[in-house]
């Protein structure tokens, strides 16, 4: 947790603000995260499993890096969608990743 916080601030997410929306559980931000650079990915455990990308999970009123994994696709030609950044005139939101 304590690598998060510095990578964050040397990214320049000093001016975090949040705000939680209690209906639709989205924290917006002044300023986009950036996310780390991860190095390493561990080999597929089967042909089936799909790499998920590393990405921002809510928690607390504030986002914390997720790191990247390996999954199983939930159903035969399934595809995985990264989550992304999208602003809005309040700040920014995350949209998290999704099966399609």
Request: aromatic letters at 16%; charged letters at 20%; a positive charge.
């Given at each position: ?86 602003h ?11 099966w399609?």
């Amino acid at each position: 947790m304590k690598k998060i916080t510095r990578i964050l601030f040397l990214f320049g997410a000093v001016s975090l603000f949040a705000v939680s929306n209690s209906k639709a559980q989205e924290i917006v931000v002044r300023a986009r995260l950036h996310r780390p650079v991860i190095a390493e990915r561990p080999p597929a455990p089967s042909p089936r499993h799909v790499w998920i990308d590393e990405e921002w999970a809510p928690s607390g009123g504030t986002y914390v890096f997720k790191g990247g994994y390996w999954a199983e696709p939930p159903r035969r030609h399934a595809r995985w969608v990264p989550g992304h950044w999208n602003h809005f005139p309040r700040g920014w939101v995350w949209r998290p990743g999704h099966w399609r």
